[in-house]
């Protein structure tokens, strides 16, 4: 496994000194810790470069204490408490998360905004999906997708 030093990890995970500390601090990513005092290097794993910055991402959408009451979540229902391997919709409706290591794909709500208690989860079967259950991740807020066919028949000469 490749470790970087602090210094490294800040470029590589766009972050900041301050925001490793906090991180540390609070017991998310917690670094490796090699040699003596006074030469004492703080080493990230790749990893955890790529947790904090799927934290960072989330960060421009939520408060940290969403991040870390899904992170609980994650942690309280045995699907490892990180971030950068889950499949997580940011929409008008809130986060829900896209699980589909299961049998059949799942989409579970875990927080909508606003909302201070993660309490309310739906379970969903993608194959039988209700279309209202949708709301907010798909519609007029989600990412368009361009038919290439369609687009070619706009294009192509008459």
């Known amino acids: 496994m490749d470790w970087f030093p602090r210094r490294h990890a800040v470029v590589l995970a766009r972050s900041s000194p301050g925001r490793l500390a906090y991180l540390e601090k609070?017991?998310?990513?917690v670094p490796q810790r090699v040699g003596q005092s006074p030469r004492?290097?703080?080493?990230?794993s790749w990893e955890q470069i790529l947790e904090i910055r799927a934290i960072s991402r989330l960060r421009q959408h939520l408060s940290f204490q969403t991040i870390r009451k899904i992170l609980q979540y994650f942690e309280d229902h045995g699907v490892g408490?990180?971030?950068?391997?889950?499949?997580?919709?940011?929409?008008?409706?809130g986060v829900s998360w896209v699980r589909s290591e299961t049998a059949a794909p799942q989409i579970?709500?875990?927080v909508g905004h606003g909302c201070s208690t993660m309490g309310q989860f739906v379970l969903a079967p993608l194959d039988g999906l209700d279309p209202g259950l949708l709301d907010g991740l798909?519609?007029?807020?989600?990412?368009?997708?361009?038919?290439?066919e369609h687009f070619r028949?706009?294009?192509?000469p008459r």
Do not use: M, N
């Open 108 to 110: 579970i709500h875990l």
């Open 26 to 29: 609070t017991g998310i990513v």
């Open 81 to 93: 408490c990180t971030l950068r391997d889950k499949h997580l919709v940011i929409g008008s409706h």
């Open 138 to 148: 798909v519609g007029p807020t989600a990412p368009k997708v361009v038919d290439i």
């Open 153 to 156: 028949q706009k294009v192509r």
């Open 40 to 44: 004492l290097e703080v080493l990230y």
